[in-house]
């Protein structure tokens, strides 16, 4: 009879989720699947993705993929994340998304069959509890994501390891962690431990999958990751800090954090407290989950420190909540075998609280993050890792309030002002005579990359748009709009629009004169220069990668960004297509650059690490750093006196979550006329 109930139950719930969560999965493509399956897609063509960091290029491929509308991006996920759809990359992007359901199908349906293994949890109850998951379980499906997959070879890994299999256990905790860093504290435990069974299976999984990624991907796309994309993620600024995330992080934003634009009133502005707690926060939970898990060197014992490592990290969303599966089903029997039945239901309902709608109803309450830290208070009082070393809170003191002195330390800050919404996805200022247009995919209502600011209202176009320039002189505005798998170079000015590239051209970044009567673009990668509309010839062509051109304001030179041997360079060539000359010095990356109204300056943009706005005297070659700060700052585009500069800038938002600034240039530039 039992046998017969639970054979119901697994049935509705089974019917129910492919009701809620699997049809709704096979009628729709989400921007996280995209995400993750266009690079997969690249590579299997063998098409260069050196630039999927920026928001504008990675959503012009999916113009070309077929899939538009769908704003996508990898934003500060690592680069190896990418390789995770690899397979499917060259299936149509539909098929694509079918496939990684069947397989998420499947993992979801081997995670319940292991864990009714390892734990005792019956199948049937596995399906009830996904069921009642919420968001957590239904999102992944929908989404594209791939925690389910991830959360299978973490519930595999702790089963072999129980089995004595501790290389094989450890090589799938470090595929794990090289496409998902969450997991990077267990290495720290295992080496702690002296486990060096699971620590050398824990390096070759890391090795391989980063390998295979270097290999695919190249080397540069995972240095700028390290030098530039990590750093922000630890700061908490990975996502867009006014979004409430209800994590550790997030919540300590919000009481010490001063930031004019989303948090001016902070109840304890402190940037020293903000680390200080942080970090004792973050050791502390660690040094609890080291010890709660040397107690028990099992399932039970990791669980607790699975539990602490979405708490500890700056940026959580519901899907990952899938990953409190493992642990949860581990401890959930434990106890009820013990005859706590009490305890097993309060640690499963505050789990289920955690994942539900409701408790972003009231973000500020951060309802989520309580339930999780109260799961796992109830867990550590019963696994007892209070007896540690007396020296080790001490030492966790010093640490964090070391560190909290170095972070907090006051750095040198620019002058630049936000000109634009926060937190927008803008690209492309072009300035002219008082007007401000820039292309923004995150604007109320917007579906795509769409021309906003000063644009007149009969100007009216679908497709995404980037790359707007004013002509300065004539004020025709120039942009690049992306359809149907094409991109092809307009205008617009007596109120009509007109095509330049030629049918059947892929063109983008357009340039044009003063007068508006000629241009430069990038048209199926090579330099073009066009006399006049669909009458171009190519100047420059190469093996690597060429962008982000700028005419100068006589005609007769062009700057342009080349990436050569793994680097980025600021370039100028005249329009017979002579050798181009590199303008910009050093082991830098550099792009977008632009001339000056009188042709004497170039204003680009360097990374290092992070990106900031330069000017170099075209002459000599002297370069002067125009802005500082944290954040990244690029596509300069320069005032009509030569005096200010527009730019692109996520600083003080989540990355690459750009608003359009302003600075002054300092009197060396406006008054030195190129002699510096």
């Not at 959580?316 to 305890?343: D, E, K, N, S």
């Not at 000599?620 to 200010?644: C, L, V």
């Amino acid at each position: 009879m039992i046998r017969h109930k639970s054979l119901i139950i697994g049935l509705v719930a089974a019917l129910l989720i492919g009701q809620y969560a699997i049809l709704p999965a096979s009628r729709m493509i989400h921007p996280d699947f995209i995400s993750y399956y266009l690079i997969g897609r690249m590579v299997t063509q063998d098409e260069p993705s050196s630039r999927m960091y920026e928001f504008p290029w990675f959503q012009r491929q999916t113009v070309y993929a077929g899939v538009g509308d769908i704003p996508g991006g990898i934003g500060y996920n690592p680069p190896t994340a990418t390789l995770s759809l690899l397979p499917l990359g060259w299936l149509k992007p539909g098929d694509a998304k079918n496939a990684w359901l069947a397989v998420n199908i499947a993992a979801t349906i081997a995670l319940l069959a292991l864990l009714s293994r390892t734990t005792g949890l019956p199948f049937a109850a596995g399906l009830v509890l996904l069921l009642f998951s919420s968001g957590a379980f239904r999102n992944n499906l929908v989404y594209g994501q791939i925690y389910l997959v991830l959360t299978f070879l973490i519930a595999a890994a702790l089963m072999l390891r129980d089995a004595g299999r501790r290389r094989l256990a450890g090589s799938l905790l470090g595929v794990v962690t090289a496409i998902k860093l969450f997991t990077a504290p267990l290495l720290i435990y295992f080496i702690w431990r002296r486990d060096w069974r699971t620590v050398l299976g824990f390096l070759v999984g890391l090795a391989l999958v980063c390998g295979l990624s270097v290999s695919l991907l190249g080397w540069d796309i995972h240095a700028y990751w390290l030098d530039a994309v990590l750093p922000r993620v630890q700061k908490g600024l990975g996502d867009d800090p006014a979004i409430n995330l209800q994590t550790w992080n997030n919540l300590l934003q919000r009481l010490f954090y001063y930031n004019k634009t989303w948090n001016p009133d902070p109840p304890f502005p402190s940037y020293f407290a903000f680390w200080l707690v942080r970090d004792l926060g973050t050791f502390a939970l660690l040094a609890c989950g080291f010890y709660a898990a040397r107690t028990r060197d099992d399932a039970l014992g990791l669980g607790i420190l699975l539990l602490m490592l979405p708490l500890i990290s700056p940026s959580t969303r519901t899907y990952h909540m899938i990953l409190y599966v493992v642990p949860l089903a581990c401890w959930g029997m434990y106890l009820f075998r013990q005859g706590a039945w009490l305890l097993a239901g309060v640690i499963t309902c505050l789990y289920l609280l955690s994942v539900q709608k409701f408790v972003y109803i009231h973000p500020s309450l951060f309802l989520r993050l309580a339930a999780l830290l109260g799961i796992t208070i109830l867990l550590l009082r019963e696994s007892r890792p209070w007896r540690m070393p007396v020296w080790v809170p001490p030492a966790i003191i010093a640490a964090a309030t070391a560190h909290a002195a170095i972070a907090s330390q006051p750095r040198k800050q620019d002058t630049a002002s936000r000109v634009t919404p926060h937190a927008r996805l803008v690209t492309s200022p072009t300035y002219r005579d008082g007007k401000l247009v820039y292309s923004d995919h995150s604007c109320k209502g917007c579906s795509r990359y769409t021309l906003r600011g000063d644009v007149s209202p009969d100007l009216k176009v679908t497709g995404q748009v980037f790359g707007t320039r004013f002509a300065r002189k004539s004020g025709a505005l120039f942009f690049e709009l992306a359809e149907n798998r094409h991109s092809e170079i307009l205008d617009w000015h007596g109120n009509k629009l007109h095509r330049w590239s030629p049918e059947g051209m892929n063109c983008i970044a357009p340039s044009p004169s003063g007068d508006g009567r000629k241009m430069v673009a990038v048209c199926d990668g090579a330099l073009y220069f066009f006399s006049a509309p669909e009458q171009g010839k190519s100047i420059f062509t190469s093996d690597g990668e060429i962008a982000d051109p700028d005419l100068s304001p006589d005609g007769s030179r062009v700057v342009f960004s080349w990436r050569r041997n793994g680097q980025w360079g600021i370039y100028q060539t005249d329009l017979a297509g002579s050798e181009p000359v590199r303008l910009s010095k050093g082991c830098c990356n550099d792009r977008w650059p632009r001339y000056s109204p009188d042709g004497l300056w170039v204003a680009f943009s360097r990374q290092d690490p992070t990106a900031d706005i330069w000017v170099i005297d075209r002459k000599n070659g002297h370069a002067f750093r125009i802005t500082q700060n944290p954040g990244n700052d690029t596509r300069p585009a320069w005032s009509d006196n030569g005096t200010t500069l527009y730019f692109v800038s996520d600083r003080d938002s989540g990355f690459h979550l750009g608003s359009v600034y302003r600075i002054a240039l300092p009197a060396v530039i406006t008054e030195s006329k190129g002699n510096t």
